[in-house]
């Protein structure tokens, strides 16, 4: 229990020790977020203090040559100085190629207990570029790392889990050849956002929403994710990817999954991902309609007043470019439940704001008394579910303004999450349940399969259908995506403000 709550996991002590491998040790993701939300857990207590971090990259580096770098990136406080100071100890480094498997030997041999030894925990986190998982995760198994003898190993995988199907289906292919599938954590870490979290807990443990959450009363449902950041340091991989792969496949496909899903017979990783599975499959194939489906790369503009670059203007980017940094599908999900309820999802980058936000728009009221006095048509009660920056539900609904006259306004109920003492972020989370084991965060194999295959028709048909650069609306830096979707955009992001 915390302060009154019913908690159902609640891990206390710290996590089992665990040898701790991080591959790519030395990138953006590692010293941005990894190390991080390491230490954050180590503080937090949930960081067992016999366990042992490997940074692993592929120049020479000596141990604390690595902490320094490490300690740049983390950059602790003065108040937390005697704590940094434990966790650096538990941190080595150790050079990988994996081209070279007396690297992987090297490793192994701090990593496989003696006979009569204690059993080790391996926990091993593929911070690398796409095109090294497979790879890596040979190589780990080649060493005999994936074996479990005593203790368990587990690997985590992080987005993107392959190109399209086939791709995915080879990645999986090679994961199992060294682990199992409980063993393989591929990662989206969107779903330990609290928000998200609570988008089961506020469907299933409230009885007033469930009978509402279907195509009798739910109009519509909107899915936004957009951001003011370009492509940054990642061209290389995000101009063979687009939006679509980057954003869609994981994050946009999986909250529409916790939307839209029916409910589990009980709260357990796999019985959750059986239902979010059958809204997968459940999607329709998108028709020749072109109304559900509209894309766009950003051209020059301002954000926070300062100039930015085109896309096709940065550094790694091909000069005659045709990826999406701007997408909308319109989905549809044919089942009971939703057949006819479109499910917009819009990402993009170089927009005018930073919001991660899902609108569940109610059906109008069946019939107006109000519509002889009042000129204007009722307003539908919405739902939002805003991820970022607020972390916060809010309910719209119609109610008199105060006043002889009979006018209507429309109101706003809110629900924030308290941004209190937990400083436990995404991160931390995911990896705290890599460590326990516990899955529920996790992607399984079919879930992955079947949005590749939803994808996969919708990116072989633009690819085919049109001609390359002509399919392309560009938009500004710093606006509201393509002229043609600047008035959808405007109104979700204002949605709710009152
Ligand atoms: N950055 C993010 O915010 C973020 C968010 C979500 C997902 N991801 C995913 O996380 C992974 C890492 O992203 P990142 O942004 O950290 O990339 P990054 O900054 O390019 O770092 C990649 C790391 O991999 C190592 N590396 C590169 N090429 C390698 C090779 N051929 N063989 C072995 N090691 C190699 C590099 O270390 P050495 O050069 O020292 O070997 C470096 O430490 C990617 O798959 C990305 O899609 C990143």
Excluded at 123 to 149: M, N
């Amino acid at each position: 229990m915390i302060n009154g709550a019913q908690c159902i996991f609640n891990p206390s002590g710290p996590a089992e020790p665990c040898r701790i491998v991080v591959l790519g040790a030395t990138g953006d993701l590692a010293g941005r977020k990894l190390f991080p939300s390491l230490f954050t857990l180590f503080k937090a207590g949930h960081l067992n203090p016999e366990s042992r971090i490997t940074g692993c990259g592929r120049g020479e580096m000596s141990d604390d040559e690595f902490r320094r770098m490490t300690e740049e990136k983390v950059s602790p406080d003065d108040s937390e100085g005697e704590q940094w100071r434990r966790f650096r100890q538990l941190i080595s480094y150790h050079r990988l190629d994996f081209n070279d498997d007396a690297s992987f030997a090297a490793l192994a041999a701090g990593l496989i207990p003696e006979e009569g030894k204690p059993a080790v925990n391996r926990l091993f986190y593929l911070a690398l570029p796409p095109s090294s998982y497979e790879r890596a995760a040979t190589a780990i198994g080649r060493a005999g790392l994936g074996r479990e003898d005593g203790g368990w190993s587990r690997i985590v995988v992080e987005k993107p889990f392959g190109h399209d199907l086939t791709s995915a289906r080879s990645l999986n292919a090679a994961l199992h050849a060294c682990f199992n599938e409980e063993q393989i954590f591929s990662i989206d870490h969107y779903l330990a956002k609290e928000t998200v979290q609570n988008i089961l807990v506020f469907r299933f443990a409230n009885a007033i929403f469930e009978p509402l959450w279907n195509r009798q009363y739910i109009d519509s449902v909107a899915i936004m994710a957009t951001e003011t950041l370009g492509v940054g340091h990642r061209a290389a991989y995000y101009d063979t990817a687009g939006v679509i792969r980057d954003m869609f496949q994981n994050h946009l496909l999986q909250l529409l999954s916790l939307i839209a899903m029916d409910p589990p017979a009980r709260f357990e990783a796999d019985q959750v991902q059986d239902e979010k599975v059958k809204v997968f499959r459940a999607l329709k194939h998108i028709s020749s309609n072109h109304d559900d489906l509209a894309i766009g790369q950003y051209g020059n503009g301002e954000i926070d007043d300062g100039k930015v670059a085109a896309y096709r203007e940065e550094p790694g980017v091909a000069a005659e470019s045709t990826t999406p940094t701007y997408a909308r599908i319109t989905a549809h999900i044919d089942n009971w439940r939703w057949r006819g309820v479109p499910f917009t999802m819009i990402s993009g980058k170089r927009l005018e704001k930073k919001i991660t936000r899902i609108i569940i728009n109610f059906r109008r009221v069946p019939h107006s008394l109000f519509k002889d006095i009042l000129a204007d048509t009722i307003q539908r009660n919405k739902l939002i579910i805003n991820i970022y920056p607020d972390e916060e539900i809010c309910l719209s609904f119609q109610s008199k303004v105060q006043g002889t006259h009979l006018c209507l306004n429309q109101e706003v109920m809110r629900f924030a999450f308290a941004t209190g003492d937990d400083q436990i972020d995404a991160y931390g989370r995911v990896l705290l349940d890599c460590l326990n084991g516990e899955r529920l965060l996790f992607w399984r194999q079919d879930g992955l399969e079947e949005t590749w295959k939803y994808l996969d028709q919708i990116l072989a048909r633009d690819n085919t259908s049109r001609p390359p650069g002509q399919t392309l609306a560009i938009y500004a830096a710093g606006s509201l995506g393509p002229n043609r979707e600047e008035k959808l955009l405007r109104h979700l992001l204002t949605a709710g403000k009152q």
